[in-house]
């Protein structure tokens, strides 16, 4: 793909109809934690509900995070039941089975998510549910389920796509402007990838969970590939966007510039998941905090991936911190943050290590601004407000620092701060009024967090 066509898909607004569910399920971005990054395959009944304790005692469940969600491992690898068909859940690791567990997470008042894959195999070579979709899903019904992560791995080949999709981040010969040249048997102009066979392996399983008693929210874990974007609001909840994140710099760069491309894409019922947090999994203090409040301003889910028992007080903190949980859970404004300049390299420039630096978003309270620095040493970056959607020159805006709480004062043209290597500089926007009083303010925004967090 080419840069010119990167730079236009930005600019199209997608056309399917949203998945929209009950009770507002799916609506904004899903709050919650996974037991991938912190367990792997060693999970288990003790561990989750260990974690989901931890959700409750660390005020995470206050804040807003719900989701406490079972990934690969937690059934009988050797296959299904010989009568039903139907996956079993390890007895060793599950003993009171994926019922149980959900009724242990239901009553902390938090609800249940599980794994599976749209193949033959989930990623572990654990039983998956392609061809198998109905069965499972009623499964998952049974046992109180309310979100299923469904991943990409192990389908036959029968199921391949006719054509083959580029993210220029997963190529190996990338040229100057973002160019996949190794790319053979491209899609031609104008294909339409919700006719893939990827659109139809995820569309079997919406399909499934749709025909359920039970609300269950669906998290595509397709990587990016078809071209995913255009069609997902239409089967899923949100969308991995995509490879697999890491605790380094590096790849929530390349995911980074990956995402920036597709903003437009995102809104109410239709969520571009950046993939799991990496809080308390080795990164520096700045580069965590640059990394969520990224993750967070992009209103991807946000799935806490890490060793709850592990964590300290200052990364509790930053996964509960108000400004962007609120940015991110707007009831009203349903659009995320947005490059408004790249930066270290020309607008629109595909750069997976200095991606866009600068980004904004509107919201109820305001407009959050961010300016990341992906250099090695400390620099000043200014945010000049005739560049941000919403906000004007000569008008008068009053900033507060997110990260402290503390008013910086009133600027009427730009914003200048001094940014260290690989941290980021967050400040809310509001207009300024006469007799404005701080307190008055907080309070005021403390209210509407408080009723209207959760839609």
């Not at 239901?106 to 998956?128: E, F, Q, V």
């Not at 029968?158 to 100057?176: A, L």
């Not at 890490?306 to 509790?316: E, F, G, I, K, M």
Request: proline share 5%; net charge negative.
């Amino acid at each position: 793909m080419s840069l010119a066509i990167l730079s236009s898909v930005v600019l199209l607004a997608p056309t399917v109809s949203s998945l929209v569910l009950p009770d507002g399920v799916g609506r904004l971005p899903a709050l919650g934690w996974n037991s991938w990054n912190a367990y792997h395959c060693d999970v288990s009944e003790q561990k989750v509900v260990d974690a989901a304790n931890l959700i409750v005692s660390l005020g995470l469940k206050d804040a807003g995070y719900e989701y406490v969600n079972i990934d690969d491992c937690w059934s009988v690898k050797s296959g299904r039941n010989a009568n039903t068909s139907e996956i079993i859940p390890s007895p060793t690791t599950f003993p009171d089975g994926i019922s149980g567990t959900a009724d242990k997470i239901h009553d902390l008042g938090l609800k249940m998510g599980i794994y599976s894959s749209a193949g033959t195999a989930t990623c572990a070579g654990y039983p998956a549910s392609l061809g198998y979709e109905d069965i499972d899903a009623a499964s998952f019904a049974a046992w109180g389920i309310d979100y299923l992560k469904y991943d990409n791995c192990n389908y036959p080949s029968q199921w391949n796509d006719q054509y083959r999709w580029c993210i220029p981040n997963h190529s190996s010969d990338v040229g100057p402007n973002g160019t996949c040249l190794d790319i053979t048997n491209p899609a031609p102009p104008g294909y339409n990838w919700a006719t893939s066979n990827s659109t139809k392996r995820y569309n079997r399983m919406r399909d499934a969970l749709l025909a359920q008693n039970r609300t269950i929210q669906f998290s595509m874990c397709i990587w990016g590939t078809a071209d995913v974007q255009s069609w997902a609001n239409g089967t899923g909840s949100s969308y991995r966007m995509s490879e697999d994140i890491e605790p380094n710099w590096a790849r929530i760069m390349l995911i980074l510039n990956e995402a920036s491309f597709i903003m437009n894409y995102v809104g109410f019922w239709d969520h571009a998941d950046t993939d799991m947090l990496e809080v308390g999994n080795g990164m520096s203090a700045v580069e965590e905090r640059s990394h969520f409040a990224l993750w967070a301003l992009m209103k991807s889910p946000l799935i806490i991936g890490t060793d709850l028992a592990n964590v300290s007080d200052a990364q509790v903190a930053l996964l509960k911190n108000p400004y962007l949980l609120a940015f991110n859970q707007d009831p009203v404004y349903g659009r995320p943050a947005a490059p408004f300049k790249w930066g270290t390299n020309p607008d629109w420039t595909w750069n997976k290590t200095f991606p866009a630096e600068y980004w904004a978003g509107e919201f109820s309270n305001g407009t959050i601004i961010a300016m990341v620095n992906t250099r090695s040493s400390t620099v000043k970056k200014t945010a000049e407000f005739k560049d941000i959607p919403g906000m004007q020159n000569g008008k008068v805006y009053e900033l507060t620092d997110i990260w402290t709480g503390n008013i910086l004062g009133k600027f009427s043209d730009s914003y200048t701060a001094s940014v260290a290597s690989h941290d980021i500089a967050v400040v809310l926007a509001q207009l300024a009024t006469k007799g404005h009083e701080s307190w008055w303010d907080w309070w005021s925004w403390w209210t509407w967090w408080v009723v209207h967090r959760r839609g």
